[in-house]
C-alpha cells in the first residue's frame, strides 16, 4: 500500500533549523506533487510548501518564505523541508501530503503521513 513516512522533527531553539523527510513507498507511480502541511493545536491544517516532483516547481505561505525550503530526491521518492530561523509560531504537528495530479491510485486520490511534531521554545 502507498505510505508516506516522516521524520526528522523534534525539539529547537528559536532561530534553529530543523530539516524534515518524507520517505514515499508502495506505489508503482511517483507523486506528480508533494507537500508539506502543518497543524497546531486548536487551528486548522495550513498548506506550508509544495512541490511539482518533475520539474521542481515550489510554492509557500507566506509566513515562510525566505526560511523554509522545500526540495525533493526523485530518486529515492523522498522529500524534505529544510527550515531555517525557526519562530515558536512554527511549532505544530507538520504533516507529509502527495497526489497523483487527479489521478486515483492504490484507492484514494491523495495520501497523508503521520506527522511528526516540530516544537520550537527556549
Known amino acids: 500500500q502507498v505510505q508516506l513516512v516522516e521524520s526528522g522533527g523534534g525539539l529547537v531553539q528559536p532561530g534553529g533549523s530543523l530539516t524534515l523527510s518524507c520517505a514515499a513507498s508502495?506505489?508503482?507511480?511517483?507523486?506528480?506533487?508533494m507537500a508539506w502541511y502543518r497543524q497546531a493545536p486548536g487551528k486548522q491544517r495550513e498548506l506550508v510548501a509544495s512541490i511539482i516532483m518533475k520539474g521542481g516547481n515550489t510554492d509557500y505561505v507566506d509566513s515562510v518564505k525566505g526560511r523554509f525550503t522545500i526540495s525533493r530526491d526523485n530518486a529515492k521518492d523522498t522529500v524534505y523541508l529544510r527550515m531555517n530561523n525557526l519562530k515558536p509560531e512554527d511549532t505544530a504537528v507538520y504533516y507529509c501530503?502527495?497526489?497523483?495530479?487527479?489521478?486515483?491510485?492504490?484507492?484514494?486520490?491523495?495520501?497523508w503521513g503521520q506527522g511528526t511534531p516540530v516544537t520550537v521554545s527556549s
Open positions: 508502495g506505489s508503482n507511480l511517483s507523486f506528480y506533487a
Open positions: 501530503h502527495g497526489n497523483f495530479g487527479g489521478l486515483r491510485i492504490g484507492g484514494h486520490y491523495d495520501y
